[in-house]
């Protein structure tokens, strides 16, 4: 008897590769998967900007990035003696509007210098709601907690999402040409849109993802949203908030992607990396300079030097070789010990 529906993606027609070079930007979904990518030893770029819900700041900003222009002068706002600009998240702050123009000149063309060379742009839709800064009338990426009074909040009309990313598709592929777009709506809840309104939300950029996928051969979509919300259709999946997909969830959406997205290698390499992982994290229950351990840890050693050959495992070869060298310390002093 099946509980559930369980539903594994087909194929992507595009596949990513180990040495895939990789960019995500978007929702705080894209921030997850570009982790877990990174996690599994993957070249990535995570979410430069910081978290992007709707359509129009991801376009805008990348095709800023791209055409290397300058951020919006009368965007810049001051906060408790904190500056901010209305295109970018809160985490990208400084303490003047020179330093944190500087900040985000530099980001954006470290993102364009990463979007020129990926292979694959992973982009995370979260929300098709949008608010509107009266004063300039221009749509912003973060409000940060300014007074509610300065801004509109309306549904974006889906023609218009359709013009902006279509015309953001056109910048990218002219910009790299080999470029591969791979879309996903974000399978958190925006509940303070209100559900009704959420869902509406959902289904504008669900139809939007999918025109962009017929109209591009390079553009595919991966079925996060569907995963969580037909697969994985039960609150134990979910954060205490009832709206964020816990740990599990995401374990089981990036299986599924893995399944999907990542060619033959790259399988066998991540679930030999997740064994190699685990043997990282083991630490001996009594003596670090046991014989068995000094054992462990220089097998580990030979199996991270093979690896090595194929990615940067610089950070554990150096852990563990530091592991073995204090193990063999302690067994020195545990032999004069014996024979003092």
Known sequence: MQFHTEFS?????????????????????????????????????????????NPVSIARVLTMALYRTDPDEDRYIERDGVWFHYDFHSSLWAKSQDELRDKLSTRLAQTADAIRKADFLFLTLGSAVVYRHIETGKVVANCHKMPGSLFEKYLYHIDHLRDDMTHLL??????????????????????RDTLPLNSVSKSML??????????????????????????????????????????????????????????????????????????????????????????????????????????????ELAEVRSRLKQGETAESKEDKKEFA
């Open 9 to 53: 993606p087909e194929p992507l027609t595009h596949h990513l590769g180990l040495n895939s070079q990789i960019v995500t930007i978007g929702s705080c979904f894209a921030d997850v998967m570009g982790r877990r990518l990174i996690d599994s030893k993957l070249s990535v770029l995570n979410n430069p900007f910081g978290t992007i819900f």
């Open 206 to 315: 669900r139809v939007l993802t999918h025109e962009l996928t017929v109209w591009n051969n390079w553009v595919s979509y991966f079925p996060a949203y569907e995963l969580m919300m037909d697969d994985l259709r039960d609150y134990r999946f979910y954060e205490a908030d009832m709206i964020h997909p816990n740990e599990q969830a995401h374990d089981y959406i990036f299986d599924k992607f893995a399944e999907s997205a990542f060619d033959p290698e790259l399988r066998r390499f991540v679930a030999e990396w997740g064994q190699l992982t685990k043997s990282l994290a083991h630490r001996p229950l009594y003596d670090e300079g046991s014989p068995a351990n000094c054992q462990f840890l220089t097998k580990l050693l030979g199996q991270l030097e093979t690896i090595s050959k194929h990615i940067d495992v610089s950070a």
């Open 170 to 191: 056109k910048t990218l592929h002219k910009a790299n040409p080999s470029l591969k777009v791979l879309l996903t709506v974000s399978p958190v809840r925006h509940t």
